[in-house]
């Protein structure tokens, strides 16, 4: 059974940080990029960070770019989004997603519909 389980959200102020785990089962993380995607009441859902597998090569949209750090884990199982400076405009669900990758050289070019699993999200709240 293929599962993503997020963990790490929580209310914070402003400046303040946060790190999400996301612990995935039942299938070759190796063989999948490693995304974080936000949503906020009323928006639509945004890729935030993606990982790489083997390269781990990152991408990062422009509004967390040398606030936010996409990393895995020593077990390898594990993918962290690490949060600093956390601002009222990130709050939201923070959903972490799987996408099969082939060369592990398109993770950058994936987009939602491209992710074969999803957890089931973590809230991040971001008080001022």
């Known amino acids: 059974q293929v599962q993503l389980v997020e963990s790490g959200g929580g209310s914070v102020q402003a400046g303040g940080s946060l790190r999400l785990s996301c612990v995935a089962s039942?299938?070759?993380?190796?063989?999948?990029?490693m995304g974080w995607f936000r949503q906020a009441p009323g928006k639509e859902r945004e890729r935030v960070a993606v990982i790489s597998p083997g390269t781990d090569h990152t991408y990062y949209t422009d509004s967390v770019k040398g606030r936010g750090t996409i990393s895995r884990g020593s077990t390898m199982d594990t993918t962290y989004l690490q949060m600093n400076s956390l601002k009222p405009e990130d709050t939201a669900i923070y959903y972490c997603a799987a996408a099969r990758t082939l060369w592990a050289s398109d993770c950058e070019e994936k987009r939602e519909s491209d992710y074969n699993y999803w957890g089931q999200g973590t809230q991040v709240s971001v008080s001022s």
């Open positions: 039942g299938f070759i993380v190796s063989h999948y990029c």
